[in-house]
């Protein structure tokens, strides 16, 4: 079975109703994200940034996966896939998916402010007072800007084995998550799907401008004649 390697961004879930910040002027739901997306945020005013995941969290239980997840999970039948995904939502898992990596965390999910491999499943609101085992401060288990990005290192040795490479919603500006498209093995045939593609032209790579939706129809047509 061919190894199918997909990276999503923000614009895989955009069309399931979930917001992106990047779409306004960095502004997420009203707020700069360095106050609810970032350590020194998190240490200025926590009872902020942990109202705003409760949010996002609250937020995730009323949305539900679009066809294009539903057809990414559909193409396990005939590739290995496996998804590295920039989004912190589960609208991959819950469409069928079942080899999810999460770059940048999960919504689902919360950690201990002293140990960040203390890591639990949470899915109702997070609040000042909920303590780890060890009695320290729970917190969101998001990767926040200026952090480093634990699962990179196992996303690159994923994408040195893609047999091809699809992007989908993703501005492929955030690194070091951009970085990853250079690390599939040279000639790998690659899909790009965006509305609004930004990127260079190179051999092997077909840039499908549209939405994930429309493009993941016009994915699985492109696999079929030529793969």
């Not at 288990?141 to 919603?169: N, Q, R, S, Y």
């Not at 000639?187 to 930004?198: E, H, L, M, S, V």
Request: hydrophobic share 40%.
């Amino acid at each position: 079975m061919k190894h199918l390697v997909v990276l999503t961004g923000a614009g895989m879930s955009a069309e399931s109703g979930i917001k992106t910040f990047r779409d306004a002027d960095g502004l997420w739901e009203g707020h700069d994200v360095m106050e609810v997306a970032s350590p020194q945020g998190f240490a200025a005013n926590p009872e902020l940034v942990l109202d705003f995941y409760n949010q996002r969290r609250r937020q995730l239980f009323e949305v539900q996966p679009n066809s294009a997840h539903t057809d990414l999970a559909h193409l396990e039948t005939d590739y290995k896939v496996t998804i590295i995904t920039q989004n912190v939502d589960d609208l991959h898992e819950r469409a069928g998916s079942s080899n999810v990596l999460h770059l940048h965390g999960e919504l689902l999910k919360v950690r201990s402010t002293q140990n960040e491999n203390d890591i639990q499943t949470w899915e109702h609101d997070l609040v000042l007072g909920d303590l780890c085992k060890n009695g320290y401060q729970l917190r969101p288990h998001i990767v926040w800007f200026g952090e480093a990005v634990p699962m990179i290192e196992k996303a690159v040795d994923i994408c040195e084995t893609a047999d091809i490479l699809v992007i989908i919603g993703t501005s492929m500006q955030v690194y070091p998550a951009a970085s990853l498209m250079h690390y599939v093995p040279e000639n790998t045939a690659t899909y790009f799907i965006d509305p609004k593609p930004a990127i260079e032209s190179k051999p092997n790579l077909t840039v499908i401008a549209k939405p994930a939706t429309e493009g993941l129809k016009d994915l699985q047509a492109f696999l079929k004649e030529n793969h």
